[in-house]
C-alpha cells in the first residue's frame, strides 16, 4: 500500500487560489489511479477529482468543474490539485487516496493519510 501525505492548505479568501499536494512512498504509485476527497465540517467525505495512472484522463465532481485542476508527476510521486476562485463552500479538510477504478469514484485504501485543511473565507 502507498502511505499518503497531503499539504498545501491554508486560509484563503473567496476567489482565491491554492495548490494541495499529496506525497506519495512507494514505487508503486505511478500505477494507481488517484484521487482527491474532502470532508466539509459536520458531513461526510466526498469525491472531488480523480486522474488516470498515466495523467491522461480527468474526471472532476460538478461542484468543483472548471475551477479545479488535478495533475501528476510519477517521476516525484507527487499529486497535485490546483483550486482557483475558491468558495467558502469548498471549506474542508482535503485528503488524497487511490481511486478503486475509473468511473468508481471510491477510495481504495482503508487507511488516510492526515488531510490537509482549506478554509475560505467570504
Known amino acids: 500500500q502507498v502511505q499518503l501525505v497531503e499539504s498545501g492548505g491554508g486560509l484563503v479568501q473567496a476567489g482565491g487560489s491554492l495548490r494541495l499536494s499529496c506525497a506519495a512512498s512507494?514505487?508503486?504509485?505511478?500505477?494507481?489511479?488517484m484521487g482527491w476527497f474532502r470532508q466539509p465540517p459536520g458531513k461526510e467525505r466526498e469525491f472531488v477529482a480523480a486522474?488516470?495512472?498515466?495523467?491522461?484522463?480527468?474526471y472532476y465532481a460538478d461542484s468543483v468543474k472548471g475551477r479545479f485542476s488535478i495533475s501528476r508527476d510519477n517521476a516525484k510521486n507527487t499529486l497535485y490539485l490546483q483550486m482557483n476562485s475558491l468558495k467558502p463552500e469548498d471549506t474542508a479538510v482535503y485528503y488524497c487516496?487511490?481511486?478503486?477504478?475509473?468511473?468508481?469514484?471510491?477510495?481504495?485504501?482503508?487507511?488516510w493519510g492526515q488531510g490537509t485543511q482549506v478554509t475560505v473565507s467570504s
Open positions: 512507494g514505487r508503486t504509485f505511478s500505477t494507481y489511479d
Open positions: 486522474i488516470s495512472w498515466s495523467g491522461d484522463s480527468t
Open positions: 487516496n487511490a481511486v478503486r477504478g475509473w468511473g468508481l469514484w471510491i477510495a481504495l485504501f482503508h487507511s
